[in-house]
């Protein structure tokens, strides 16, 4: 088990000075144990970006890209999985963001699909497994506070198993530096009895809800 066995971990995101200028850059994340509502002192994974100049700049949010998770609190530890997005067209009803997980790096054995089907009013996924089965769905609604006052909230999004509450995916209120530094941080609740390949899948179904809703366009000077 990547996460080391614990039921609840925090992912915050790492400022990246580039961005103050308009610019987008690769996103890092580090992930903790939450000590409160603060990220533990004990990073035991790092999780950066590979992506293409030039598309990050011509398709910012859009972009195709790769999150490698490497062990350890920096990028030079092994890679543990990965997940690959292509293309998309971000709120769009159609070329809907994905991941395809692996176990490794990218191309090594493929452990599930990150599935964002288009929906009226409501954020959710489908999580299946590497036989296309469905293990988890998640589920948020639009009209919650976080999503039109990120300082004043949270954004929750349920982890559901046959229609039935299981986890708990937490985008949390956003601090005054958070907000200039354009970072986020959540929660994730892993469901109860959820094995180690399903918890990468459940946490890769967080970054992925990251990268749809919240991730801003650097690019845009008047966004």
């Known amino acids: 088990d990547i996460f080391q066995g614990n039921q609840k971990i925090m992912v915050k995101q790492e400022f990246a ?4 200028f308009s ?9 903790s144990v939450p000590n409160g509502e603060e990220e533990g002192p004990n990073v ?24 490698n998770v490497h062990q350890g609190c920096t990028k030079d ?3 543990v999985a990965s997940m690959h997005k292509p293309f998309h067209l971000q709120g769009c009803c159609f070329c809907r963001p994905s991941f395809t997980v692996f176990a490794g790096p990218e191309g090594s054995k493929q452990i599930g699909q990150i599935e964002d089907p288009c929906r009226i009013c409501v954020m959710d996924q489908q999580i299946k497994d590497e036989q296309g089965n469905l293990a988890y769905t998640t589920n948020g609604s639009i009209c919650q506070m976080g999503m039109c006052c990120p300082c004043c909230a949270s954004v929750d999004f349920d982890i559901q198993k ?37 918890k990468r899948l ?3 179904a967080a970054m992925l809800l990251d990268l749809e809703y919240f991730e801003q366009n650097k690019n845009d000077n008047n966004s």
């Not at 100049?53 to 890209?65: A, Q």
Request: positive net charge; aromatic residues 8%.
């Open 202 to 204: 459940v946490f890769a």
């Open 44 to 67: 035991f994974l790092y999780v950066d970006e590979e992506s293409g100049c030039c598309e990050r700049i011509c398709c910012s949010v859009n972009r195709s890209l790769t999150l």
């Open 77 to 79: 530890g092994p890679v």
């Open 17 to 20: 000075l580039l961005e103050c």
């Open 23 to 31: 610019c987008e850059a690769k996103n890092r994340y580090r992930v």
């Open 162 to 198: 046959d229609g039935k509450k299981v986890g708990l995916i937490s985008k949390r209120p956003m601090t005054i530096g958070e907000c200039f530094k354009k970072t986020n941080r959540f929660t994730i609740d892993f469901p109860q009895g959820a094995d180690a390949t399903q």
